[in-house]
Nanobody, 114 residues
């Protein structure tokens, strides 16, 4: 059974950076297309960034130019580099991918203070 584990969240000040990781474990040979979502208190979960198996990427307008999604197939890990963080980026960030079934990680909390 495939599992996804996020890490790298924390408390930072506005303008600072964080790198989140989404590590896949289990019987996989190649990272599936993976998405990063975030959920802020009282708000709907929103798609932040996506990366396909081939490495194509896409971003929500709110994070374009500040966030970068990438992956390391050897490490079975997808990253989300977040620069120039803003208080409105505060949320729990979750990664998800479709293997034999849709898999979600447990989330990592990002708090950006002004």
């Amino acid at each position: 059974q495939v599992q996804l584990v996020e890490s790298g969240g924390g408390l930072v000040q506005a303008g600072e950076s964080l790198r989140l990781s989404c590590a896949a474990s289990g019987r996989i040979f190649r990272i599936a297309a993976t998405d990063w979502y975030r959920q802020a208190p009282g708000k709907q979960r929103e798609l932040v960034a996506s990366i396909t198996r081939g490495g194509s990427t896409d971003y929500a307008d709110a994070v374009k130019g500040r966030f970068t999604i990438s992956k390391d197939n050897a490490k079975k890990t997808v990253y989300l580099q977040m620069n120039s963080l803003k208080p409105e980026d505060t949320a729990v960030y979750l990664c998800t991918a479709l293997y034999e079934q849709r898999v979600w990680g447990q989330g990592t909390r990002v708090t950006v203070s002004s």
